[in-house]
Protein backbone atom coordinates (compact mmCIF):
# COMPACT_ATOMS: atom_id res chain seq x y z
CA UNK A 1 0.00 0.00 0.00
CA UNK A 2 1.60 3.14 -0.81
CA UNK A 3 2.18 5.92 1.52
CA UNK A 4 2.49 8.65 -0.54
CA UNK A 5 0.63 10.04 -3.56
CA UNK A 6 2.83 10.81 -6.48
CA UNK A 7 2.12 13.35 -9.51
CA UNK A 8 4.25 14.69 -12.60
CA UNK A 9 2.19 17.13 -15.24
CA UNK A 10 3.91 19.92 -17.22
CA UNK A 11 7.26 19.99 -15.68
CA UNK A 12 6.13 19.84 -12.49
CA UNK A 13 6.41 16.84 -9.42
CA UNK A 14 4.11 16.84 -6.75
CA UNK A 15 4.78 13.82 -3.76
CA UNK A 16 1.62 13.91 -0.94
CA UNK A 17 2.10 12.38 2.23
CA UNK A 18 -0.42 9.98 2.20
CA UNK A 19 -0.27 7.83 5.23
CA UNK A 20 -2.22 9.78 8.00
CA UNK A 21 -2.82 6.69 10.28
CA UNK A 22 1.08 7.05 11.09
CA UNK A 23 0.90 10.74 11.18
CA UNK A 24 3.39 10.76 8.21
CA UNK A 25 6.09 9.42 10.48
CA UNK A 26 9.28 9.10 8.10
CA UNK A 27 9.51 5.41 7.99
CA UNK A 28 12.27 3.86 5.51
CA UNK A 29 9.32 2.95 3.66
CA UNK A 30 7.68 6.22 3.31
CA UNK A 31 11.10 7.64 2.58
CA UNK A 32 11.96 5.30 -0.01
CA UNK A 33 8.76 6.62 -1.86
CA UNK A 34 10.08 10.46 -1.31
CA UNK A 35 13.00 9.48 -2.92
CA UNK A 36 12.12 7.83 -5.82
CA UNK A 37 9.74 10.66 -6.65
CA UNK A 38 12.17 12.91 -7.01
CA UNK A 39 14.60 10.64 -8.63
CA UNK A 40 11.63 10.14 -11.44
CA UNK A 41 10.68 13.76 -11.52
CA UNK A 42 14.27 14.40 -12.31
CA UNK A 43 14.46 11.90 -15.03
CA UNK A 44 11.76 13.69 -16.54
CA UNK A 45 13.84 16.84 -15.95
CA UNK A 46 10.84 18.44 -13.44
CA UNK A 47 11.42 22.53 -13.41
CA UNK A 48 10.09 22.24 -9.44
CA UNK A 49 8.93 20.08 -7.19
CA UNK A 50 5.97 20.26 -4.01
CA UNK A 51 6.13 18.65 -1.03
CA UNK A 52 2.55 18.14 1.01
CA UNK A 53 0.06 16.31 2.79
CA UNK A 54 -3.37 15.98 2.53
CA UNK A 55 -5.86 18.60 2.64
CA UNK A 56 -7.44 17.78 5.79
CA UNK A 57 -4.46 16.00 7.44
CA UNK A 58 -3.67 17.97 10.36
CA UNK A 59 -0.11 16.87 10.94
CA UNK A 60 2.02 17.21 8.32
CA UNK A 61 4.64 14.86 9.26
CA UNK A 62 5.10 13.26 12.63
CA UNK A 63 9.28 13.10 11.86
CA UNK A 64 10.87 10.08 12.14
CA UNK A 65 9.67 6.92 12.51
CA UNK A 66 10.19 6.41 16.53
CA UNK A 67 9.85 2.60 16.03
CA UNK A 68 12.37 2.73 13.41
CA UNK A 69 15.34 4.47 15.91
CA UNK A 70 18.74 2.96 16.13
CA UNK A 71 18.82 1.14 19.59
CA UNK A 72 20.56 2.50 22.33
CA UNK A 73 24.05 2.33 21.78
CA UNK A 74 23.68 3.33 18.32
CA UNK A 75 23.68 6.50 16.31
CA UNK A 76 19.96 6.87 15.35
CA UNK A 77 20.74 10.12 12.88
CA UNK A 78 23.81 8.54 11.30
CA UNK A 79 24.37 9.56 7.88
CA UNK A 80 22.87 6.55 6.03
CA UNK A 81 19.92 6.92 8.19
CA UNK A 82 16.85 7.15 6.18
CA UNK A 83 15.90 10.63 6.72
CA UNK A 84 20.06 11.95 6.66
CA UNK A 85 19.24 10.30 3.18
CA UNK A 86 15.73 12.04 2.48
CA UNK A 87 17.27 15.36 3.38
CA UNK A 88 20.46 15.12 0.88
CA UNK A 89 18.24 13.86 -1.83
CA UNK A 90 16.34 17.17 -1.62
CA UNK A 91 19.35 19.12 -1.22
CA UNK A 92 20.66 17.93 -4.17
CA UNK A 93 17.52 18.08 -6.31
CA UNK A 94 18.31 20.30 -9.23
CA UNK A 95 15.60 22.31 -9.12
CA UNK A 96 13.47 24.22 -5.66
CA UNK A 97 11.22 22.24 -3.98
CA UNK A 98 8.50 24.10 -2.30
CA UNK A 99 6.91 22.57 1.27
CA UNK A 100 3.54 23.42 1.54
CA UNK A 101 2.45 23.08 4.75
CA UNK A 102 -1.11 23.17 6.20
CA UNK A 103 -0.31 21.11 9.23
CA UNK A 104 1.71 20.54 11.92
CA UNK A 105 5.44 19.51 11.31
CA UNK A 106 7.62 17.47 14.37
CA UNK A 107 11.46 16.61 14.60
CA UNK A 108 13.27 15.15 11.68
CA UNK A 109 9.93 16.38 9.23
CA UNK A 110 11.00 20.06 10.41
CA UNK A 111 14.66 19.76 9.18
CA UNK A 112 13.01 18.02 5.63
CA UNK A 113 10.83 21.40 5.51
CA UNK A 114 13.83 23.78 6.51
CA UNK A 115 16.29 21.33 3.71
CA UNK A 116 12.82 22.46 1.45
CA UNK A 117 13.77 25.86 -0.62
CA UNK A 118 10.78 27.51 -0.28
CA UNK A 119 8.64 27.26 2.56
CA UNK A 120 4.27 28.16 1.79
CA UNK A 121 2.00 27.76 4.99
CA UNK A 122 -1.21 28.24 6.60
CA UNK A 123 -1.44 29.46 10.12
CA UNK A 124 -2.35 26.04 11.01
CA UNK A 125 1.31 24.81 10.62
CA UNK A 126 3.73 24.39 13.55
CA UNK A 127 7.39 23.62 13.28
CA UNK A 128 8.99 22.00 16.68
CA UNK A 129 12.58 19.83 17.37
CA UNK A 130 11.80 17.55 19.56
CA UNK A 131 15.12 15.44 20.63
CA UNK A 132 15.31 16.64 24.23
CA UNK A 133 11.77 15.21 23.85
CA UNK A 134 13.15 11.77 23.21
CA UNK A 135 16.95 12.16 24.56
CA UNK A 136 18.12 12.16 20.94
CA UNK A 137 21.42 13.74 20.11
CA UNK A 138 21.12 16.00 17.09
CA UNK A 139 23.57 15.69 14.43
CA UNK A 140 25.85 18.43 12.88
CA UNK A 141 24.68 18.69 10.16
CA UNK A 142 20.83 18.88 10.94
CA UNK A 143 22.20 21.69 13.57
CA UNK A 144 24.10 23.51 10.72
CA UNK A 145 20.76 23.21 8.74
CA UNK A 146 18.85 25.18 11.70
CA UNK A 147 22.12 27.89 12.33
CA UNK A 148 21.83 28.93 8.92
CA UNK A 149 18.21 29.91 8.58
CA UNK A 150 17.69 31.42 12.05
CA UNK A 151 19.50 32.78 15.18
CA UNK A 152 21.62 30.86 18.14
CA UNK A 153 18.93 31.95 20.43
CA UNK A 154 16.27 30.93 18.50
CA UNK A 155 17.62 27.82 17.57
CA UNK A 156 18.29 26.72 21.19
CA UNK A 157 14.62 27.46 22.32
CA UNK A 158 13.72 25.51 19.92
CA UNK A 159 15.84 22.57 20.32
CA UNK A 160 15.73 22.93 24.62
CA UNK A 161 12.39 23.23 24.96
CA UNK A 162 10.88 21.14 22.16
CA UNK A 163 7.84 23.67 21.67
CA UNK A 164 5.49 23.85 18.53
CA UNK A 165 7.20 27.10 16.99
CA UNK A 166 3.55 28.96 15.31
CA UNK A 167 3.51 29.92 11.69
CA UNK A 168 3.14 33.40 12.74
CA UNK A 169 6.20 33.84 14.09
CA UNK A 170 7.80 31.03 11.71
CA UNK A 171 7.29 33.44 8.90
CA UNK A 172 8.44 37.18 11.70
CA UNK A 173 11.69 34.95 11.50
CA UNK A 174 11.85 33.90 8.06
CA UNK A 175 10.91 30.26 7.76
CA UNK A 176 7.71 30.69 5.91
CA UNK A 177 7.84 32.44 2.73
CA UNK A 178 4.61 33.18 2.98
CA UNK A 179 1.80 32.70 5.39
CA UNK A 180 -1.36 32.29 3.35
CA UNK A 181 -4.84 31.69 4.21
CA UNK A 182 -6.05 27.74 3.73
CA UNK A 183 -8.60 28.37 0.87
CA UNK A 184 -5.40 29.74 -1.04
CA UNK A 185 -3.07 27.49 -0.06
CA UNK A 186 -2.81 25.53 -3.31
CA UNK A 187 -3.87 28.36 -5.80
CA UNK A 188 -0.51 30.48 -4.21
CA UNK A 189 1.71 27.32 -4.47
CA UNK A 190 1.08 26.49 -7.73
CA UNK A 191 0.95 30.05 -9.30
CA UNK A 192 4.89 30.36 -7.11
CA UNK A 193 6.03 27.15 -8.83
CA UNK A 194 4.50 28.07 -12.22
CA UNK A 195 6.73 31.59 -12.00
CA UNK A 196 9.64 29.30 -11.39
CA UNK A 197 9.14 27.02 -13.90
CA UNK A 198 9.16 29.90 -16.09
CA UNK A 199 12.96 30.81 -15.31
CA UNK A 200 16.28 29.37 -16.33
CA UNK A 201 16.63 26.08 -15.25
CA UNK A 202 20.27 25.45 -15.33
CA UNK A 203 20.90 28.81 -13.81
CA UNK A 204 18.37 27.64 -11.12
CA UNK A 205 19.91 24.64 -10.24
CA UNK A 206 23.65 25.60 -10.48
CA UNK A 207 22.48 28.85 -7.87
CA UNK A 208 20.46 25.77 -5.75
CA UNK A 209 23.53 24.02 -5.88
CA UNK A 210 26.48 27.00 -4.78
CA UNK A 211 23.88 27.96 -1.82
CA UNK A 212 24.02 24.53 -0.86
CA UNK A 213 28.10 24.52 -0.73
CA UNK A 214 28.39 28.07 0.46
CA UNK A 215 25.29 27.43 3.26
CA UNK A 216 27.82 24.44 4.77
CA UNK A 217 31.90 26.05 4.34
CA UNK A 218 32.38 25.59 8.10
CA UNK A 219 35.45 24.10 8.54
CA UNK A 220 35.54 21.46 11.59
CA UNK A 221 39.05 20.22 12.30
CA UNK A 222 39.27 16.45 12.36
CA UNK A 223 40.10 16.61 16.13
CA UNK A 224 36.86 18.80 16.70
CA UNK A 225 34.34 16.46 14.71
CA UNK A 226 35.82 13.70 16.73
CA UNK A 227 34.96 15.13 20.01
CA UNK A 228 31.57 16.13 18.49
CA UNK A 229 30.98 11.99 18.05
CA UNK A 230 31.98 11.52 21.25
CA UNK A 231 30.00 13.62 22.84
CA UNK A 232 26.40 12.50 20.67
CA UNK A 233 28.15 8.78 21.81
CA UNK A 234 27.11 9.87 25.55
CA UNK A 235 23.96 10.51 24.71
CA UNK A 236 22.94 7.63 22.41
CA UNK A 237 24.31 5.44 25.15
CA UNK A 238 22.34 6.48 27.39
CA UNK A 239 19.24 5.53 29.67
CA UNK A 240 17.42 8.60 28.84
CA UNK A 241 17.37 7.96 24.63
CA UNK A 242 16.00 4.63 26.27
CA UNK A 243 13.55 6.26 28.39
CA UNK A 244 12.52 8.42 25.57
CA UNK A 245 11.60 5.61 22.96
CA UNK A 246 10.03 3.31 25.79
CA UNK A 247 8.00 6.12 26.95
CA UNK A 248 6.51 7.21 23.41
CA UNK A 249 5.78 3.53 22.91
CA UNK A 250 4.32 3.32 25.84
CA UNK A 251 2.53 6.09 25.00
CA UNK A 252 3.06 7.84 28.63
CA UNK A 253 5.13 10.74 29.23
CA UNK A 254 9.24 10.34 29.75
CA UNK A 255 11.25 10.42 33.16
CA UNK A 256 14.79 11.99 32.11
CA UNK A 257 17.40 11.00 34.85
CA UNK A 258 20.53 12.58 33.22
CA UNK A 259 22.00 9.14 32.83
C1 LIG B 1 6.13 6.53 14.69
C2 LIG B 1 4.19 7.70 15.16
C3 LIG B 1 4.92 8.90 15.30
C4 LIG B 1 6.33 8.83 15.10
N1 LIG B 1 6.89 7.63 14.80
O1 LIG B 1 -1.90 11.10 17.05
O2 LIG B 1 14.16 15.22 15.77
S1 LIG B 1 14.39 14.05 16.59
O3 LIG B 1 15.78 13.94 17.02
O4 LIG B 1 13.46 13.98 17.69
C5 LIG B 1 14.03 12.69 15.55
C6 LIG B 1 14.61 11.44 16.13
C7 LIG B 1 12.56 12.60 15.34
O5 LIG B 1 12.05 13.13 14.37
O6 LIG B 1 11.86 11.90 16.27
C8 LIG B 1 10.39 11.90 16.13
C9 LIG B 1 9.90 13.19 16.78
N2 LIG B 1 8.41 13.25 16.69
C10 LIG B 1 7.65 13.47 17.77
O7 LIG B 1 8.11 13.61 18.90
C11 LIG B 1 6.14 13.48 17.51
C12 LIG B 1 5.53 12.17 18.05
N3 LIG B 1 4.09 12.15 17.76
C13 LIG B 1 3.23 12.92 18.49
O8 LIG B 1 3.58 13.71 19.39
C14 LIG B 1 1.77 12.77 18.12
O9 LIG B 1 1.62 11.58 17.37
C15 LIG B 1 1.28 13.97 17.25
C16 LIG B 1 1.25 15.25 18.11
C17 LIG B 1 2.21 14.17 16.02
C18 LIG B 1 -0.14 13.64 16.73
O10 LIG B 1 -0.94 13.29 17.85
P1 LIG B 1 -2.32 12.54 17.61
O11 LIG B 1 -2.97 12.39 18.94
O12 LIG B 1 -3.06 13.18 16.49
P2 LIG B 1 -1.31 9.87 17.90
O13 LIG B 1 -0.26 10.32 18.83
O14 LIG B 1 -2.48 9.09 18.45
O15 LIG B 1 -0.58 9.02 16.75
C19 LIG B 1 -1.35 8.36 15.77
C20 LIG B 1 -0.52 7.17 15.34
O16 LIG B 1 0.68 7.63 14.72
C21 LIG B 1 1.81 7.07 15.38
C22 LIG B 1 1.33 6.76 16.80
O17 LIG B 1 2.17 5.77 17.36
C23 LIG B 1 -0.08 6.29 16.53
O18 LIG B 1 0.00 4.96 16.06
P3 LIG B 1 -1.06 3.87 16.64
O19 LIG B 1 -2.42 4.40 16.24
O20 LIG B 1 -0.66 2.59 15.94
O21 LIG B 1 -0.85 3.83 18.14
N4 LIG B 1 2.91 8.02 15.40
C24 LIG B 1 2.82 9.33 15.66
N5 LIG B 1 4.04 9.89 15.62
N6 LIG B 1 7.11 9.92 15.15
N7 LIG B 1 4.77 6.52 14.87
Given at each position: ?55 ESKVFSAGHDINELAKPG ?54 ALTPARIGVPYNPNGILH ?68 LSKASPLSPETFERIQGL ?28
Amino acid sequence: MSLTITEFRDEMGIITLDNDSKRNSLSSELIEEIISGLNYFKDNDARVAILRANKESKVFSAGHDINELAKPGRDPLSYNDPLEQVLRAIEHFPAPVIAMLNGSVWGGATELIFTCDIIIATRKATLALTPARIGVPYNPNGILHFLNMLSISVVKELFYTAQPLSAERAEQLGIINHLVAEEELETYTFALAEKIKKNAPLSIAVMKEQLRLLSKASPLSPETFERIQGLRRTVYDSNDYKEGIQAFLEKREPVFKGN
